[in-house]
């Protein structure tokens, strides 16, 4: 299957201070990413969907200034979690899809980062 | 009502023995079908991606589609322990960008 990579695995930060992680098609073009948010036990919840290139479409509570989302290449986007607090803490998940076919495509994930905020 | 509906277990079964996962859902407009396994703090890894009815083998793993029933499953023949992780249906509307997921079964294997 394709391969979609995430950086960091697991990252530490300091109350008030912004991480950014990395989602990387390897192997295709990623049309359209999508940023999940993962509690324990839990199911994954989408946060926003980015298409390349254009502003990125946030899901309902999640909040635009808070969580910054870049895709500005077809096999790159970013996610940046801005003056982070505890309550930021979570395991993030990069998906990624290419739609720019007629055939609707499987989705593909990465690694995920475990953010834990100080 | 939760579009898709999936049993969260736990599932606890001896090695060798046959799982069967499943989920349910309620909207027809759901024409691709996905199962993924995530172990601990790990990102989802696609095991399965079909979108016709009847049955789907790769390996140990059979999908299996029921459009008119609005119900899929997925088959594990042999379980090994390390096939213990959550098991995530999810599904897409033709022309969607989206995922709808399950909540994920929880399965553990035991030796």
Known sequence: GAVVSQHPSWVICK?????????????????TMFWYRQFPKQSLMLMATSNEGSK????????KDKFLINHASLTLST????????EDSSFYICSARDLSGLMNTEAFFGQGTRLTVV | ??????DPGPLSVPEGAIV???CTYSNSAFQYFMWYRQYSR????????????????DGRFTAQVDKSSKYISLFIRDSQPSDSA??????????????????????????
Not at chain 2, 1 to 6: L, R
Not at chain 2, 46 to 51: F, G, I, S, V
Not at chain 2, 86 to 111: D, Q, S, V, W
């Open chain 2, 1 to 6: 009502q939760k579009e898709v509906e999936q």
């Open chain 1, 56 to 63: 990125a479409t946030y899901e309902q509570g999640v909040e």
């Open chain 1, 15 to 31: 109350s008030g201070t912004s991480v950014k992680i990395e989602c990387r098609s390897l192997d295709f073009q990623a049309t």
């Open chain 2, 20 to 22: 069967s996962l499943n």
């Open chain 2, 42 to 57: 790990k990102g989802p890894e696609l095991l399965m991606y079909t979108y016709s009815s009847g049955n789907k083998e």
């Open chain 1, 79 to 86: 996610l940046t979690v801005t003056s982070a607090h505890p």
């Open chain 2, 86 to 111: 959550t098991y995530l249906c999810a599904m897409i509307r033709f022309g969607n960008e989206k995922l709808t997921f399950g909540t994920g079964t929880r399965l553990t294997i035991i030796p």
